[in-house]
């Protein structure tokens, strides 16, 4: 038999147009809008309906009966094996379930539907899906915006086929492996979460005295309150250069120590606005100066940058050189950026979407300022949702409360968060460890169970789309 090798009477390797030869294997069929009737008797099945292993149901398209006999359609059957042949992922595979009325699909999903005394559906779709076979795919894509592989190419590859009574027992061993690789990948989720949880319940603590209450019982402190009063005294004396911010109404804020007190951020820190230098003039960038861009503040410590400016993009731009212990904060980002916050260890420079806090080191620690940012993160998120493009700004960052607390307890609070989050860090690295082990361990178990060595390809690649 072509496109197969036999060894003691059994196939061990057949291509997949060879196993379906006394079968179906064949494109769905063109039909266009102009083909379609929402008040047809027939479902257009669609890309969007073929999952990975999971038939989704997901479109609503019909046609007549009379126009699919027309176009001279393929039915399905409950049982077809569905394949995509474009992404996303490209040659994903499911079983047709049946859709309670007659169904027809679209050219770019191929119908396969063995000869049961070759081979079964629950194996098949497997075999399809399987990481060896999906691999094998690669060689044959084409196209640059709309990837594909076609028809003649899919039935080029090879895979390892066992007896059809061992089949089924195949399929249900993987997907036997495919639970349990769930049920662990829902439990490292669940320790994921419960760490993150953790993170952020230690900041919330230390940054508002419930972490450090039996030390500061042992301890007799000053009060904080003491030392921003004589802050705000000496600003409005013209000691203090520093912009005008009212500080925070504690009334309507939580409770604090008493030897704590409330200020907004501007008060006991200056708070500058980093800027870009222009990406016109060549000189300006790759030179020595880390400079920091607002995607790389993600609740970090920043040792080394992506890009670099020169010192005359420095000097010939907006943007800022921060010391080392620099606090960012992100005040503009998609997703989780805005609000995010990192601390400097080494010199940078910003660009304008970042607003850098350096504390007066009299009054706060930088350390103590960082974990106040960690800690308040989706209060920050909160303070810049609005417009088309949410962002905080200078002034809203500015304006922030921030508890403070006595210098030494300071000291204290960020020795213990520090020594907790280093232990949630470990946490989070094993647990990360795991879930590679999980999804490693799974994808062995299907190379295996689907001949991880033994597909090849057959004959040469066709250009056919």
Same mark, same amino acid.
């Given at each position: 038999?072509?496109?197969?090798? %036999?060894? /003691? ?6 291509t997949?147009a ?7 294997f ?13 008040n047809?008797?027939?479902r ?8 990975? +292993? ?24 409950p ?13 994903? !595979?499911?079983?047709?379930? +049946? ?8 050219? $770019? ?5 063995p ?23 690669? #060689?044959f894509?084409r196209?640059?915006?709309r ?21 089924l ?6 997907? #036997?492996? $495919?639970?349990?690789?769930?049920? %662990? ?6 320790a ?5 949880r ?6 919330? %603590? ?25 802050l705000?005294?000496?600003?409005s004396?013209? !000691? ?9 109404d ?5 409770a ?5 007190g409330?200020a907004a951020?501007g ?12 990406r016109?003039? !060549?000189?300006?960038? +790759? ?5 920091v ?5 993600a609740n970090?410590r ?22 080392a ?7 503009? +980002?998609?997703?989780k950026?805005r609000?995010q ?33 960690? !800690?308040?993160? #989706? ?6 949702r ?21 210098l /030494?307890e ?5 020795r ?13 690295v ?9 999804d490693?361990?799974?994808?062995a ?21």
């Amino acid at each position: 038999m072509s496109g197969s090798v %036999a060894v /003691d009477g059994a196939e061990l390797e057949q291509t997949l147009a060879t196993l379906l030869e006394d079968g179906v294997f064949i494109d769905g069929d063109w039909v266009e809008s102009k083909d379609q009737d929402p008040n047809g008797e027939v479902r257009l099945i669609q890309l969007a309906d073929v999952g990975d +292993g999971v038939f989704r149901n997901r479109s609503s398209r019909f046609l007549t009966v009379a126009k699919a006999k027309d176009l001279r359609c393929t039915f399905l059957q409950p049982g077809d094996v569905l394949v995509a042949r474009m992404p996303e992922p490209l040659g994903r !595979a499911c079983i047709f379930p +049946g859709v309670g009325q007659p169904a027809v699909t679209v050219v $770019d999903v191929c119908i396969l539907r063995p000869n049961p005394e070759r081979a079964r559906p629950e194996w098949l779709v497997k075999a399809v899906n399987s990481p060896t076979f999906r691999s094998a795919m690669q #060689e044959f894509v084409r196209g640059t915006t709309r990837q594909r592989i076609s028809r003649t190419n899919l039935g080029l590859l090879t895979l390892t086929v066992p007896l059809v009574e061992f089949q089924l027992s195949l399929a249900r061993l993987v997907d #036997e492996v $495919d639970f349990k690789r769930d049920t %662990a990948a829902r439990h490292i989720g669940v320790a994921a979460h419960a760490v993150e949880r953790f993170r952020q319940a230690i900041l919330a %603590a230390g940054c508002s005295g419930r972490l450090t209450s039996e030390w500061r019982e042992a301890h007799d402190l000053p009060s904080a309150r003491i030392t921003l009063d004589r802050l705000r005294a000496g600003r409005s004396t013209g !000691a203090q250069r520093r912009t005008s911010v009212q500080p925070p109404d504690s009334d309507s804020l939580d409770a604090i120590p008493e030897t704590w007190g409330w200020a907004a951020i501007g008060e006991v820190a200056e708070i500058q606005i980093g800027g870009t230098p222009s990406r016109k003039t !060549a000189a300006y960038w +790759g030179g020595g100066v880390p400079w920091v861009s607002s995607g790389e503040v993600a609740n970090c410590r920043i040792s080394r940058t992506r890009e670099t400016i020169s010192r005359t993009g420095l000097v010939n731009s907006s943007a800022k050189m921060y010391p080392a212990g620099t606090v960012l904060i992100a005040m503009i +980002g998609e997703g989780k950026t805005r609000g995010q916050s990192a601390i400097l260890d080494i010199e940078a420079s910003t660009n304008q979407n970042v607003a850098g806090i350096l504390p007066d080191a009299s009054v706060v620690m930088p350390e103590y300022v960082w974990c106040w940012a960690l !800690a308040q993160y #989706e209060i920050t998120r909160a303070v810049g949702r609005g417009g088309n493009q949410p962002a905080l700004n200078g002034q809203k960052v500015r304006e922030l409360a921030i508890p403070v607390p006595p210098l /030494d307890e300071q000291h204290e609070i960020v020795r213990r968060v520090g020594r907790f989050l280093a232990a949630a860090d470990t946490l989070h690295v094993r647990i990360n460890t795991a879930g590679r082990k999980v999804d490693l361990s799974s994808q062995a178990v299907l190379a295996k169970a689907f001949g991880s060595g033994l597909l090849t390809l057959h004959g040469k690649a066709s250009d056919h789309a």
